[in-house]
């Protein structure tokens, strides 16, 4: 098991691998050879940063079976997504700034996310497995009343790209499986969300297969496979925890 996390050390944006409670730091990119620099720094009082930096922020909408039941949504037959901008991601720990009040309700989204390790375009599905560098937890926050308050246009992607909408980390593991695996979003310390990955119509494979074949994805760019049911709005001073059992904790606090 590989796990990488991105971080400010000295001033300067280093990436690392994760092992036990500490970092190995290492010069060069993950998905490109990097290499030991022979410095160990504890994990206690790590500065993260977004463990990659994408150059695009792809999410899907109605990827999972339970909440397109529940809510009257047909199965689709492509994978539906929108962009974020990628200035909004946030790190593990990063507080995500409270809106204006004009903006309305804002709310979060646990998700599994992948980052793609190689670049891809009109690949072959068998190929789709070595496109991916690995996993990380996601929260797709979005601002819910802004999205649809315009009835000739959605804002899609305005209101998911406010800074820190795009939070995700704290590391990308390189051996995750997520067929076996369940997103739980804590929100306030209470359980709001509980699903099974499996439970998606487009598990990460095929999505990333499905996805190359409209654009050129890029090493660093992240994809937020989707969320299911327990979606709510949140309140300044919130604190959201998205759980993935065997990837890790993303926790951040908006407002």
């Known amino acids: 098991m590989t796990r990488w996390a991105r971080f400010d050390h000295q001033g300067q944006a280093c990436y690392g691998q994760v092992a036990g409670d500490s970092v190995q730091v290492h010069t060069g990119?993950?998905?490109?050879?990097?290499?030991?620099?022979?410095?160990?720094?504890?994990?206690?009082?790590?500065?993260?940063?977004?463990?990659?930096?994408?150059?695009?922020?792809?999410?899907?909408?109605?990827?999972?079976?339970?909440?397109?039941?529940?809510?009257g949504w047909a199965p689709p037959?492509?994978?539906?997504?929108?962009?974020k901008a990628p200035d909004s991601a946030a790190a593990h720990l990063q507080p995500i700034p409270a809106v204006a009040p004009e903006i309305g309700r804002v709310a979060y989204e646990g998700e599994l996310a992948i980052v793609i390790g190689r670049a891809a375009h009109r690949i072959a599905r068998e190929d789709a497995a070595g496109v991916i560098f690995g996993y990380t937890c996601a929260n797709d926050v979005t601002a819910i009343e802004l999205l649809n308050r315009d009835s000739s246009f959605p804002q899609w992607t305005r209101a998911k790209s406010f800074p820190g909408f795009g939070a995700f980390g704290p590391v990308i593991d390189t051996a995750f499986n997520p067929a076996a695996a369940s997103v739980r979003t804590l929100v306030g310390g209470r359980e709001r969300q509980n699903y099974a990955l499996a439970d998606m119509f487009f598990a990460p494979e095929d999505l990333v297969w499905r996805l190359s074949q409209d654009m050129v994805l890029a090493p660093g760019d992240v994809i937020l496979c989707g969320t299911s049911l327990g979606v709510l709005p949140m309140k300044p001073g919130t604190a959201v925890d998205v759980v993935i059992d065997g990837l890790g904790t993303l926790s951040n606090t908006y407002g």
């Open 29 to 71: 990119l993950p998905w490109a050879g990097a290499q030991p620099t022979g410095e160990v720094l504890p994990l206690a009082g790590l500065a993260w940063l977004p463990p990659c930096v994408p150059g695009k922020i792809v999410g899907l909408w109605n990827n999972f079976r339970a909440a397109a039941e529940k809510n």
């Open 77 to 83: 037959a492509e994978p539906l997504y929108f962009l």
